[in-house]
């Protein structure tokens, strides 16, 4: 089992850049991908970031290439997305995932709770 915990999610304006964390615990043996989803209101949830065991590869939804970066550091057990030029259309609550795999899956084995990121215009 691996339990994740995301953080940094928040209130900012239009333009901001916000940096969200995940923590993963339990059994964070290698490899295990990890990544982002977000779910607004009335949406599904949707992709948005993941980055292999090593942190060597990287995979983004077309539109968020060039404004959102995924990053681990394993020594930490800990994902960040760092997130720059915020627009309205990025609120929503945002979601850490984790598989025991190389890569990322479509559906993915475990989840955060969620942190509500909320951009005003």
């Known amino acids: 089992q691996v339990q994740l915990v995301e953080s940094g999610g928040r209130l900012v304006q239009a333009g901001a850049s916000l940096r969200l964390s995940c923590v993963a615990s339990?059994?964070?043996?290698?490899?295990?991908?990890m990544g982002w989803f977000r779910q607004a209101p009335g949406k599904e949830r949707e992709f948005v970031a993941a980055?292999?065991?090593?942190?060597?590869?990287?995979d983004y939804a077309d539109s968020l290439k060039g404004r959102f970066t995924i990053s681990r550091d394993n020594a930490k057990n800990t994902v960040y997305l760092q997130m720059n030029s915020l627009k309205p259309e990025d609120t929503a609550v945002y979601y850490c995932?984790?598989?025991?795999?190389?890569?990322?899956?479509?559906?993915?084995?475990?989840w955060g709770q969620g942190t509500q990121v909320t951009v005003s215009s």
């Open positions: 995932a984790a598989d025991h795999s190389r890569v990322l899956t479509t559906t993915p084995d475990y």
């Open positions: 980055i292999n065991w090593s942190g060597g590869s990287t």
């Open positions: 339990g059994r964070t043996f290698s490899p295990y991908a």
